[in-house]
T-cell receptor, first 115, second 115 residues
Framework: AQTVTQSQPEMSVQEAETVTLSCTYD???????LFWYKQPPSRQMILVIR??????QNATENRFSVNFQKAAKSFSLKISDSQLGDAAMYFC????????????FGKGITLSVRP | DTGVSQDPRHKITKRGQNVTFRCDPI?????LYWYRQTLGQGPEFLTY????????KSRLLSDRFSAERPKGSFSTLEIQRTEQGDSAMYLC?????????????FGEGSWLTVV
């Protein structure tokens, strides 16, 4: 079974600074996707970024980028120039292409941004 | 594209009562998922539909839970004889299969409190 581990329950960052959120996963599959979702206090889960396992290049979306280490099964999210609106829970998630594409989530990390 | 909508957003019910949640996916999305999320945890997969067919159910989905997706459009999740342990947020999500993988979009969730 696939598992996703987010070992840091909380992190804090100063506005305009950079923060990295960690995630590790376990799978025996070779073809899969990894995601970071953001869940603000309004509770709607929003996709931040996704990475296809077969792509070596790390995904980037504006201020958000990932460090994907396939051999180490590590998938961290870097948020640059942090903004107050980045404060939320962040979930790392895994999806195997051969299944129904259902997501397996980590427990999440609460990110606070200090003004 | 109006996003995934869920109704009701909040429901308080007495133990033993039945409740039903409705989800309207993004138009033309053929896949629909239900997840359950408790405070401080990541969402957990409950069940999945491709069009009108329910293709997978988690062990979390006891006999008191039933989900339907008639005509492959909206879906309902019914919980019979609710228990306090059913208190959680029930998230609906949808996606469109496009070959390699698909992005899953979430609704705002339906909060259930069983008293």
């Amino acid at each position: 079974a696939q598992t996703v581990t987010q070992s840091q329950p909380e992190m804090s960052v100063q506005e305009a600074e950079t923060v990295t959120l960690s995630c590790t996963y376990d799978t025996s599959e070779s073809d899969y996707y990894l995601f970071w979702y953001k869940q603000p206090p309004s509770r709607q889960m929003i996709l931040v970024i996704r990475q296809e396992a077969y792509k070596q290049q790390n995904a980037t979306e504006n201020r958000f980028s990932v460090n994907f280490q396939k051999a180490a099964k590590s998938f961290s999210l870097k948020i640059s120039d942090s903004q107050l609106g980045d404060a939320a829970m962040y979930f790392c998630a895994y999806s195997w292409l051969g299944a129904n594409s259902k997501l397996t989530f980590g427990k999440g990390i609460t990110l606070s941004v200090r003004p | 594209d109006t996003g995934v909508s869920q109704d009701p957003r909040h429901k308080i019910t007495k133990r033993g009562q039945n409740v039903t949640f409705r989800c309207d996916p993004i138009s033309e999305h053929n896949r629909l998922y239900w997840y359950r999320q408790t405070l401080g945890q990541g969402p957990e997969f409950l069940t999945y539909f491709q069009n009108e067919a329910q293709l997978e159910k988690s062990r979390l989905l006891s006999d008191r839970f039933s989900a339907e997706r008639p005509k492959g459009s909206f879906s309902t999740l019914e919980i019979q004889r609710t228990e306090q342990g059913d208190s959680a947020m029930y998230l609906c999500a949808s996606s469109l299969t496009t070959g390699r993988g698909n992005t899953i979009y979430f609704g705002e969730g339906s909060w259930l409190t069983v008293v």
